[in-house]
């Protein structure tokens, strides 16, 4: 079992940056890739990007390529999510998400976190 919460999030102007965090519980968790996806108001969930679970691998959805960087310690079991050049359209709730395999499906995690907010401003 792994227990997931982020945090990070809050307003930013446009151009700012946040870094949100994942932590996680449980012995296992560096076993795990840890993927990010947000949610925006009336819209589906959808893919931010992933990392395996030795970090040896990130992947990104094509509109936050070059902006968002993932990175994970798993001696502090914590992963990062790190937010440059923000955007207005940026704007919705971050979740991580722990699964076997990394993948850019919902149905690829097991485990999710309860989520933070992240507002930019323009």
């Known amino acids: 079992q792994v227990q997931l919460v982020e945090s990070g999030g809050g307003l930013v102007q446009a151009g700012g940056s946040l870094r949100l965090s994942c932590a996680a519980s449980?012995?296992?968790?560096?076993?795990?890739?840890v993927g990010w996806f947000r949610q925006a108001p009336g819209k589906e969930r959808e893919f931010v990007g992933a990392?395996?679970?030795?970090?040896?691998?990130?992947y990104y959805t094509d509109s936050v390529k070059g902006r968002f960087t993932i990175s994970r310690d798993n001696a502090k079991n914590t992963v990062y999510l790190q937010m440059n050049s923000l955007k207005p359209e940026d704007t919705a709730v971050y979740y991580c998400?722990?699964?076997?395999?990394?993948?850019?499906?919902?149905?690829?995690?097991?485990?999710w976190g309860q989520g933070t907010q992240v507002t930019v401003s323009s």
């Open positions: 449980g012995r296992t968790f560096s076993s795990y890739a």
């Open positions: 990392i395996t679970y030795n970090g040896g691998s990130t």
């Open positions: 998400a722990a699964g076997q395999f990394i993948g850019t499906m919902r149905s690829d995690y097991d485990y």
